[in-house]
């Protein structure tokens, strides 16, 4: 199955990228909101993106270099460094930035860990330089601090039954071994929409990655780094990102920062969840920064 980019329409309507534009692509994944960008930012808007994966940037590389070239700038490394990268670049101000905060199709396919569905090591991390994983957590972390993951990142209600299961059947190697003992966790009369393990690899995943923190700094620097008229973008996938980019949206609302687009998120439509199961979560959030007098640019 290919990837398809969550919502990507209603972004592009959204922001509507014209010539001579600056965009950031916080999270490039598969490139398709980065293709996008560049298609209609012809002939020479810019699009700044990052990634952590260097199989997503080599993956870009290779299918957008050579007809985009210098309008596609990629760097590998986390989006909470935008600031910096930005002003290395010489990039006073951007037109649009988008966040597609979803784990890619090509990542849950992958031999990392990131889905059970496929069995493979405990690794869960987007940027292979980094020491931690999901096997150093399960296997070597205390029963209070796997607890503490699952009911906080997971917001898992079945966190201590679980935490001790996991203690109990060390070693654990494999993600099919994982979601094993989480099944076996949990009681059985409970109804749920999704798997017993999905709660407990996306707690996993949160903190290999430090994927909250990175959001909550990353947010906040690209809507410094927009210029008045420019418009942002964020789509999460579960209540704990969700919650970050509206607190932040908000804040920056009454602020007098900016203005928000859409007061509840936008979600996608039945025949967009029905051709791409990866999107029947998604909510889309969207501002646009105000100038200094608190008027629309």
């Not at 329409?9 to 922001?15: A, D, K």
């Not at 309008?71 to 002003?87: F, M, P, Q, T, V």
């Not at 031999?111 to 330089?129: C, E, N, T, V």
């Not at 906080?152 to 654990?172: D, H, Q, T």
């Amino acid at each position: 199955m290919k990837h398809k980019s969550v919502l990507l329409n209603r972004i592009i309507e959204i922001i509507q990228p014209k010539s001579g534009g600056v965009y950031v692509d916080m999270t490039l994944g598969a490139a398709g909101h980065t293709q996008e960008l560049l298609k209609l930012s012809s002939p020479d808007g810019i699009v700044v993106a990052f990634d952590k994966d260097i199989e997503a940037i080599n993956h870009a590389q290779e299918k957008l270099k050579e007809t985009y070239g210098e309008r596609l700038i990629l760097i590998n490394d986390d989006y909470a460094r935008i600031s910096e990268y930005l002003k290395d670049l010489g990039i006073d101000g951007v037109d649009g930035v988008v966040m597609d905060l979803g784990v890619s199709l090509d990542q849950l396919k992958s031999d990392r860990g990131f889905s059970f569905s496929i069995d493979a090591p405990l690794d869960m991390r987007m940027d292979k330089r980094k020491p931690l994983t999901a096997e150093k957590i399960v296997n070597h972390w205390d029963l209070e601090e796997i607890e503490k993951i699952l009911r906080l990142y997971g917001e898992e209600n079945f966190s201590r039954r679980i935490a001790k299961a996991i203690v109990k059947n060390r070693p654990i190697q494999t993600t099919r071994q994982l979601a094993e003992i989480v099944e076996l966790a949990v009681p059985k009369n409970i109804s749920r929409r999704i798997h017993p393990a999905t709660r407990t690899f996306q707690a996993l995943r949160i903190v290999v990655n430090d994927e909250l923190e990175s959001l909550q700094i990353g947010l906040k620097s690209a809507i410094e780094a927009l210029k008045p008229g420019g418009i942002i973008c964020a789509i999460s996938f579960h209540s704990l990102e969700d919650r970050i980019v509206k607190n932040i949206f908000r804040e920056n609302k009454q602020n007098g920062v900016l203005r928000l687009i859409n007061k509840k998120p936008i979600r996608p439509t039945p025949q967009e969840v029905k051709g791409n199961k990866q999107a029947r979560s998604a909510k889309l959030r969207c501002a646009q920064k105000l100038n200094k007098e608190g008027d629309d640019a």
